[in-house]
């Protein structure tokens, strides 16, 4: 299957505690993007790669949460100090082209639970 | 923020009806997407209608935008109960960020 992936499904952790979610995109797609999904409502931007470059941040990736994405293949995000308004879903997606006019693929997402 | 709303949060109709699913924006957009996403599973694309087209379909689906009133309604005609999903309207910028509405709530009964 040459979807996108995302590790792990789910997650359980501590609050204080640090987390990391993985992503591997489509693997021609230059375009990698974040998004964060509460229950009952529509996922929410937070940060976009071209390659290995991170072109924009949302206001809600606030200095605990830092993306990255080294050799412009998967891209790894991190939550520093979990706090109990982080238990979302966090969800993954590529593209193949820049621009705005292409649909992104998204992968099954990372669901956090913070205690 | 969300820059998208959409009308019904919920909608619950018989199988062999139609589904019309309203999205209302604020600011202007390159495109306007529809995707559905089925309970607790990632996000798949239905449909791009760009900022210059008024109407588009696929299969089943079709989908209008009125830039003028900053709005897109999306339909789906003679409905099954694998359609069960929400369905979410996302506006495309510069860049190609998705800012997606809250979604409606679509249940079709076998």
């Known amino acids: 299957d040459t979807g996108v992936s995302q590790n792990p499904r789910h997650k359980i952790t501590k609050r204080g505690q640090n987390v990391t979610f993985r992503c591997d995109p489509i693997?021609?797609?230059?375009?990698l993007y974040w998004y964060r999904q509460t229950l009952g409502q529509g996922p929410e931007f937070l940060t976009y790669?071209?390659?290995?470059?991170?072109?924009?941040k949302s206001r809600l990736l606030s200095d605990r949460f830092s993306a990255e994405r080294p050799k412009g293949s998967f891209s790894t995000l991190e939550i520093q100090r979990t706090e109990q308004g982080d238990s979302a879903m966090y969800l993954c997606?590529?593209?193949?082209?820049?621009?705005?006019?292409?649909?992104?693929?998204f992968g099954p997402g990372t669901r956090l639970t913070v205690l | 923020s969300q820059q998208g709303e959409e009308d019904p949060q919920a909608l619950s109709i018989q199988e062999g009806e139609n589904a019309t699913m309203n999205c209302s924006y604020k600011?202007?957009?390159?495109?306007l997407q529809w995707y559905r996403q089925n309970s607790g599973r990632g996000l798949v694309h239905l449909i791009l209608?760009?900022?210059?087209?008024r109407e588009k379909h696929s299969g089943r689906l079709r989908v209008t935008l009125d830039t003028s009133k900053k709005s897109s309604s999306l339909l789906i005609t003679a409905s099954r109960a694998a359609d069960t999903a929400s369905y979410f309207c996302?506006?495309?910028?510069?860049?190609?960020?998705?800012?997606f509405g809250q979604g409606t709530e679509l249940s079709v009964k076998p």
């Open positions: 996302a506006c495309g910028n510069q860049g190609g960020k998705l800012i």
């Open positions: 600011t202007s957009i390159n495109n």
């Open positions: 209608i760009r900022s210059n087209e």
């Open positions: 693997s021609e797609h230059n375009r």
């Open positions: 997606a590529s593209s193949p082209l820049a621009g705005p006019y292409n649909e992104q693929f």
């Open positions: 790669f071209q390659n290995e470059a991170q072109l924009e």
